[in-house]
Structures are given as structure tokens and as C-alpha cells.
């Protein structure tokens, strides 16, 4: 089945101050990976010390879908924005958002 994909993600340590306020819900690392493939790791875990991440959106503004030239995900409804990295479609509901 085809789907959307949020644009780029920060995957968080539970511990990281960055990662909001301490309320926050967590999902295994696996998951998280194979979930968001725009994904990128903040300093404060990776994937060897971090069975569970925090997932935080990056609001990259308003810009134009400029799809990139490398294959999407087989299961992307389009290619990959090049410059967020997600599909332009509905977005991911209960991601923290920090504006860049």
C-alpha cells in the first residue's frame, strides 16, 4: 500500500532535553527507522544505545515540491521533496514540530 511520507524527522534519545518536555511518546527504534526514512540522529543517541526514540517533525516553512532524482521509497505515494524530504501529503499526526 502506498502512503505519504511526513517531511524529515530527528530521532531523539528519551533523555534528550532537546526532545521536548519530558511527555513525550516514544517508539521502538526500529520502527521509528523504517517509518520515517528521512529520518537523521540528534548527538544524543543512535541506534546502538537507543532501543526507543523520540520522533521530532522539523517545520521547514512553506516551499514548492521539488522531487529529488534518487528513487522513492516503494512504498511513497511520489518521490521525496528535495528539499524536506517527505511527499507533500497528509502529515504524521503527533510528532513534536521545532521551526528551522
Do not use: F, K
Amino acid at each position: 500500500m502506498r502512503r505519504d511520507y511526513p517531511p524529515g524527522v530527528v530521532l531523539h534519545a528519551p533523555h534528550c532535553r532537546e526532545a521536548g518536555d519530558g511527555n513525550r511518546a516514544t517508539l521502538p527504534v526500529l520502527r521509528a527507522i523504517t517509518g520515517y526514512p528521512s529520518h537523521r540522529w540528534c548527538p544524543c543517541g543512535n541506534v546502538d544505545d537507543t532501543p526507543h526514540v523520540v520522533v521530532e517533525q522539523i517545520e521547514y516553512g512553506p516551499h514548492l515540491y521539488t522531487p529529488m532524482s534518487s528513487p522513492p521509497p516503494r512504498d511513497a505515494t511520489r518521490a521525496l521533496c528535495g528539499i524536506c524530504r517527505g511527499t507533500h501529503g497528509n502529515p504524521a499526526p503527533g510528532l513534536l514540530i521545532r521551526h528551522a
